[in-house]
């Protein structure tokens, strides 16, 4: 009767190691805020942290801040360039040791743009699950409007890219511009815009590792917003775009996605499509509770081998 004992006193002390290890332990989130906001305000990325931590409790979550304050960030919202900031938010979450391991992102409309630079780019350490919220991923054919109508910063940005938005004195100054797509001039876009056809690898030379790095993502969460106004096409949170003739064209219809420019294809299922109801940016606690936090940031890590298949169509034609 050696073994039942030598059982009995081994349960004592496995219980208090599986009492410990049975608390869960969440993925940290970081945050990239859009047009017009900064990294600290109460009421926006304040009340996505104090959600997420409602919800996933001791979860660490950063807030991308771009400059030594929060004015700065809020003005590098609108002026600078746009490969430098991805490049400042490269080094930033390098040195935050809770991040190390990788995190999950969240990106608000232009912010989910440059988080995905950073994973196309950077990614050390990795992103494991990308959301965006209404980001301008297929580029817009107009300026967003200000949200906030007596935004200053935002009013001198429209004025600065009525001066000519593809000139080199405002792509490199007016971060807008730099994710601007003129349906009437395409080859000026490709020859002038310094960042987004570099970013959705739309230039001659193919960057792989762009490819490599976005499809290795366990999953791309895009959200579009049903009545968004802000954006034009709205479409654009889902990669669609115009076409020469300014008719809208979906991503499958898109060499940048048949051809596989960016791993979107290689990403299959765990390529996902979702609509928030409401205006760009009008984002319920609701919504991201229950679409976003509880299947996506709540939930365990899954290898992407192991996501089966999903049997509704990824793409729907109509908006
Ligand atoms: C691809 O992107 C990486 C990361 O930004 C960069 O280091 C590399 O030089 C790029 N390769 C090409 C061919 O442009
Ligand atoms: C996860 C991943 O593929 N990361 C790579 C992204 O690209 C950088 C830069 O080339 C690599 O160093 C990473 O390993």
């Not at 104090?50 to 001791?58: N, R, S, Y």
């Not at 895009?222 to 076409?243: C, G, I, L, N, Q």
């Amino acid at each position: 009767m050696i073994l039942p004992l030598a059982l009995f006193s081994l349960i004592p002390l496995i219980l208090p190691l599986a009492v410990v290890s049975a608390e869960p332990v969440y993925k940290p989130v970081v945050l990239w805020h859009g047009m017009g906001d900064d990294c600290c305000n109460p009421q926006s990325m304040g009340r996505v942290t104090e959600l997420i931590q409602k919800v996933l409790p001791g979860v660490f979550v950063h807030s991308v801040q771009v400059g030594e304050t929060r004015q700065d960030d809020h003005e590098a919202g609108f002026f600078g360039q746009v490969n430098d900031q991805v490049e400042q938010v490269c080094e930033q979450l390098a040195g935050i040791p809770e991040l190390a391991d990788g995190f999950n992102a969240i990106g608000f409309s232009q912010g989910g743009l440059f988080l995905r630079a950073y994973v196309q780019r950077c990614n050390r350490p990795a992103v494991h699950r990308l959301i965006t919220f209404g980001s301008p991923h297929g580029g817009v054919a107009d300026i967003p409007n200000c949200m906030n109508p007596v935004d200053l910063t935002c009013r001198l940005m429209r004025s600065a890219v009525r001066f000519g938005v593809y000139t080199g004195y405002v792509q490199h100054r007016v971060v807008q511009a730099q994710y601007y797509k003129d349906p009437r001039n395409l080859q000026g876009y490709l020859d002038h815009n310094v960042f987004l056809p570099d970013i959705n690898n739309e230039l001659g030379v193919k960057n792989e590792t762009y490819r490599d790095n976005l499809s290795q993502l366990e999953y791309f969460i895009m959200v579009r917003f049903a009545d968004d106004s802000m954006v034009k096409p709205s479409e654009t949170a889902w990669f669609w775009t115009y076409d020469e003739n300014e008719d809208l064209v979906p991503l499958d219809k898109q060499d940048m996605f048949r051809e596989d420019w960016l791993g979107l294809q290689r990403l299959g299922a765990r390529l996902r499509f979702l609509v928030s109801p409401g205006q760009h940016m009008e984002i319920s606690d609701d919504f991201l509770e229950t679409e976003i936090i509880h299947p996506y940031l709540a939930s365990p890590e899954t290898s992407a081998a192991s996501i089966p298949a999903i049997s509704t169509p990824r793409f729907i034609s109509q908006p």
